[in-house]
């Protein structure tokens, strides 16, 4: 069973950057997809981005396109997501996870382990 661990998070003012960062364990992570998703309070957790076992292929929420980019180094068993032009909407908790084939799925439900979240708060 894989562990993840988010960091990187924090308070930052809006249109500012953050750096997100997943740790994996696990012999499986550089043949799955990875995912970034989001929950802010009161609110249904959304999906941000994921990318491809080897990292050709992306995908974004168009909320965050334009903005956000994720990657991945298997080397290292990490996963990133740089976030740029901060808004306060963006304001949650960020959660990595790892699925369940190599491809990205956007659905949260095809992401079978999952990080314990890091808070990313935008302040207007």
């Known amino acids: 069973q894989a562990q993840l661990v988010e960091s990187g998070g924090g308070l930052v003012q809006a249109g500012g950057s953050l750096r997100l960062s997943c740790a994996a364990s696990g012999r499986t992570f550089s043949s799955k997809a990875m995912g970034w998703f989001r929950q802010a309070p009161g609110k249904e957790r959304e999906f941000v981005a994921d990318?491809?076992?080897?990292?050709?292929?992306?995908y974004y929420a168009d909320s965050v396109k334009g903005r956000f980019t994720i990657s991945r180094d298997n080397a290292k068993n990490t996963v990133y997501l740089q976030m740029n032009s901060l808004k306060p909407e963006d304001t949650a908790v960020y959660y990595c996870?790892?699925?369940?084939?190599?491809?990205?799925?956007?659905?949260?439900?095809?992401?079978?382990?999952w990080g314990q979240g890091t808070q990313v708060t935008v302040s207007s």
């Open positions: 990318i491809s076992s080897i990292g050709g292929s992306t």
């Open positions: 996870a790892q699925g369940m084939v190599s491809w990205g799925t956007h659905r949260s439900n095809e992401y079978i382990y």
